[in-house]
């Protein structure tokens, strides 16, 4: 069982947004700024999307945008494209013991 | 081309070892702490271990703490990880990454990985 909920899976249409929520509590998200989003296909490295909540690395769409509300963070993909079809999963920081903790994934399938 | 490289996976008896090497090119790897995370066939990313840029700080997680070692040779641009008294349980792809300076979740560059499979 991961430290932090996701929903297994969430689709949408071409051109529609999409937000995966990640669960967590105040030992981990709730109580820290660092909370990330990873991008994975199977056979490839994973790619990160988002940092400190809401920061996009260079060369990621602005499509895609993070937030986080108490021990809650959520990522939204808006205008879906076919190559966002991939699993996402969040990441926390969680204190100088247990240090990183990441979500279960959740798959995202364009129809 | 900034990269990172695995090596050193393979299959090994349960109560094994191995260890892996992650090599890096196309920056100043000595900037740079490197966490190495796992994936578990069909299972999502578990973070497993990390060493700050100079090698003198390192953490792990729980399910490994006792059984491995992470050390890095900078002359070399490599970081090691070390695993003893392997079980069925550590079966997974393995990743190194970069770590983003002052950000603890934050890897942004990843290797391809190397796969461990525990069995007998």
């Known amino acids: 069982q991961s430290a932090l909920t996701q929903p297994a899976s969430v689709s949408g249409s071409p051109g529609q947004s999409i937000t995966i929520s990640c669960t967590g509590t105040?030992?981990?998200?709730?109580?820290?700024?660092?909370v990330s989003w990873y991008h994975h296909q199977l056979g490839k490295a994973p790619k990160l999307m988002i940092y400190d909540i809401n920061k996009r690395p260079s060369g990621v769409s602005h499509r895609f945008s993070g937030s986080k509300s108490g021990d809650t963070a959520s990522l939204t993909i808006s205008g879906l494209q076919a190559e966002d079809e991939a699993d996402y999963y969040c990441?926390?920081?969680?204190?100088?013991?247990?240090?990183?903790?990441f979500g279960g994934g959740t798959k995202l399938t364009v129809l | 081309e900034v990269q990172l490289v695995e090596s050193g996976g393979g299959l090994v008896q349960p109560g094994g070892s191995l260890r892996l090497s992650c090599a890096a090119s196309g920056f100043t790897f000595s900037d740079y702490n490197i966490h190495w995370v796992r994936q578990p066939p069909g299972k999502g990313l578990v973070w497993v271990s990390r060493?700050?840029?100079?090698?003198?700080?390192?953490m792990y997680a729980d399910s490994v703490k006792g059984r491995s070692t992470i050390s890095r040779d900078n002359a070399k641009n490599t970081v090691y990880l070390q695993m003893n008294s392997l079980r069925a349980e550590d079966t997974a792809i393995y990743y190194c990454a970069r770590g983003i300076a002052g950000d603890p979740v934050a890897f942004d560059i990843w290797g391809l990985g190397t796969m461990v499979t525990v069995s007998s």
């Open positions: 105040n030992s981990d998200i709730g109580s820290y700024y660092y």
């Open positions: 060493i700050n840029s100079d090698g003198a700080t390192t």
């Open positions: 990441c926390s920081y969680a204190g100088s013991s247990t240090y990183v903790v």
